[in-house]
């Protein structure tokens, strides 16, 4: 409540987030699900269930720039035929705040997002394990991931597929200016 009193006063935001990593040295054991497909996905699979909240106007914009780079790719699990869940994956590179810092061997899982009425079925575990494998099959060294410190269900997924807190870092919002305190050797 304080933070939301802050930003709404100030326009001054702050999270705390951890940058996690793994050595992808050996194949992620995934417990996959027969009725799930998983799949490329293209900006036609989000359906008027992915538009408002989370696929806003600007994210839109921004996945269909993605859609056109050679270094991410986007993937997702489909139920029945429909996107139940999204998440893509940057290689040889991190994203912090819409900056992407090259970083060879690196692959990052980006944007990953259910929708809820698909939550608890395992979803996110079995996408994250499927997308380090990926990364691991194209030649990255590592598996990567942020997140929000205060948000446990993520937390717990990525350390059930072998990362670790590599380092924690702020990042701070006035207005439309970013700034994070992550660094890079």
């Known amino acids: 409540i304080f933070k939301a009193v802050v930003f709404r006063l100030t326009s001054f935001r702050w999270e705390k987030c951890f940058l996690m990593s793994c050595l992808l040295d050996k194949e992620i054991q995934i417990n996959r699900d027969e009725n799930i497909i998983i799949g490329d996905i293209s900006i036609e699979d989000y359906d008027a269930k992915w538009r408002g909240d989370y696929l806003n106007e600007k ?104 990362l670790e807190i590599e380092k924690v870092f702020y990042t701070f919002c006035f207005l439309k200016k970013k700034y994070s305190t992550l660094k890079f050797n």
């Not at 997702?76 to 429909?82: D, I, L, N, R, T």
């Not at 090259?102 to 809820?116: A, E, Q, V």
């Not at 009425?117 to 380090?132: I, P, Q, V």
């Open 59 to 162: 994210r839109y914009l921004s996945y269909i720039e993605r859609l056109k780079r050679d270094d991410a790719v986007a993937l997702g699990a489909f139920v029945q035929g429909k996107l139940a869940y999204s998440t893509w994956i940057l290689f040889d590179g991190i994203e912090v705040d819409g900056t992407i810092h090259k970083k060879d061997g690196y692959g990052m899982l980006w944007d990953s997002y259910c929708l809820p009425e698909f939550r608890g079925r395992g979803l996110h575990n079995m996408m994250n394990a499927y997308s380090l494998n990926m990364m691991k099959d194209k030649g990255m060294n590592y598996g990567s991931v942020m997140i929000l410190s205060h948000n446990i269900p993520a937390y717990k997924t990525q350390i059930r597929c072998g």
